[in-house]
């Protein structure tokens, strides 16, 4: 079955930077858009991220533009999202998703938060 984990999460300072892993497994990775979403507390969920398959096209939220980098890796069916310049407001729950045909698939999620 399809399985996201995410991991790297944290604690950090503002103006830090965390990078966060999604291993992926069940599927065929190299075949799949990739996402990664977020949500604060008491916010709707929203996407922060996106990469096609190969990784050739990426697409940013406007309020991450220039400090998060969304990767990855095919051949270790891992994503990633770098993140820089981290504000108070990137404080959140981030999760890992993807779609094949109409069924979507959530990873559990890792907290982040940045705060002094």
């Known amino acids: 079955q399809v399985q996201l984990v995410e991991s790297g999460g944290g604690l950090v300072q503002p103006g830090g930077s965390l990078r966060l892993s999604c291993a992926a497994s069940?599927?065929?990775?190299?075949?799949?858009?990739m996402n990664w979403y977020r949500q604060a507390p008491g916010k709707e969920r929203e996407l922060v991220a996106s990469i096609t398959s190969t990784g050739g096209s990426t697409n940013y939220a406007d309020s991450v533009k220039g400090r998060f980098t969304i990767s990855r890796d095919n051949a270790k069916n891992t994503v990633y999202l770098q993140m820089n310049s981290l504000k108070p407001e990137d404080t959140a729950v981030y999760y890992c998703k993807t779609q094949r045909g109409i069924a979507h698939y959530w990873g559990q999620g890792t907290q982040v938060t940045v705060s002094s």
């Open positions: 069940g599927f065929i990775f190299s075949s799949l858009s």
